[in-house]
C-alpha cells in the first residue's frame, strides 16, 4: 500500500531565508503532485513532476524528482510572507486512480 | 475553463436531515472524486468516478451516497450523518481516470453537523 510523508510536518521561517521540504512515498508512482492550501481553501496545483530526475519551478518555489530514491522535494528560495500556507504532495499507486496524499507541511513566514 | 464548481458553500445540517452536495465540470474530464478533508489534516478519498460509473469506493459508510448523473456532474447525498463527519468536502477531476493526470480541485462545501 503506498504512502506518502513529508517533513517538516511545520516550518517557521524568517523572510530571505532558504528552506526545502521533503516527500518521500513508499512505492512506485505514476506521477508527483505538489499542491498550496490556504486556511479554509482548497487545493491549487504548484507542480506536476513527470519523470525521475523532474525539476520545475515556479518563482521561489522549485520542485525535483527523484523516483529512484522515492523521494520528491519542494525548496523555497528567499522566502516571503505571502508563501504562508500549508503544503501537501500527492503520489499515484502504478495503475490505480489512487492520489495519496502526504501529511502535509505547515509553512509559516515571518516578517 | 479550467474550473470545478461545488456548492453550496457552506452546509449545517442535523443528524436527521437529509442534504446533497454537488459538483461540477466543464472541462470534458471523465474522472471525478469526492474526498473529506478534516482540519490540519490531508484530503481523504471517498469515492472516484470513471466514465460515469462509481470504481472505487474507499469502504465509506453508506450514509453517505454518491452519485454521477453525467459526465459533468457528481452528487452526494448525505443522511443521518454524525457530529465527526463535519469537514471540508472536495471534489476533483482530472481527464482520464489515471495517476498520470493531473487532478483540478474545487472550493469546496465546508459542512457542519450538529
Known amino acids: 500500500e503506498l504512502k506518502v510523508e513529508q517533513n517538516p510536518l511545520f516550518l517557521s521561517m524568517q523572510e530571505g531565508k532558504n528552506y526545502t521540504i521533503y516527500c518521500n512515498y513508499s512505492t512506485t508512482s505514476d506521477r508527483l503532485y505538489w499542491y498550496r492550501q490556504d486556511p479554509g481553501k482548497s487545493l491549487e496545483s504548484l507542480f506536476v513532476l513527470l519523470s525521475n530526475g523532474a525539476v520545475k519551478q515556479e518563482g521561489r518555489l522549485m520542485a525535483s524528482l527523484d523516483t529512484k530514491a522515492r523521494l520528491s522535494t519542494l525548496h523555497i528560495t528567499a522566502a516571503v510572507h505571502d508563501l504562508s500556507a500549508t503544503y501537501f504532495c500527492a503520489a499515484v499507486s502504478s495503475g490505480t486512480y489512487k492520489y495519496i496524499f502526504g501529511t502535509g507541511t505547515r509553512l509559516k513566514v515571518l516578517a | 475553463d479550467t474550473e470545478v464548481t461545488q456548492t453550496p458553500k457552506h452546509l449545517v445540517m442535523g443528524m436527521t436531515n437529509k442534504k446533497s452536495l454537488k459538483c461540477e465540470q466543464h472541462m470534458g474530464h471523465r474522472a471525478m472524486y469526492w474526498y473529506k478533508q478534516k482540519a490540519k489534516k490531508p484530503p481523504e478519498l471517498m469515492f472516484v468516478y470513471s466514465y460515469e460509473k462509481l470504481s472505487i469506493n474507499e469502504s465509506v459508510p453508506s450514509r453517505f451516497s454518491p452519485e454521477c448523473p453525467n459526465s459533468s456532474l457528481l452528487n452526494l447525498h448525505l443522511h443521518a450523518l454524525q457530529p465527526e463527519d463535519s469537514a471540508l468536502y472536495l471534489c476533483?477531476?482530472?481527464?482520464?481516470?489515471?495517476?498520470?493526470?493531473?487532478?483540478?480541485f474545487g472550493p469546496g462545501t465546508r459542512l457542519t453537523v450538529t
Open positions: 476533483a477531476s482530472s481527464q482520464e481516470p489515471a495517476g498520470t493526470y493531473e487532478q483540478y
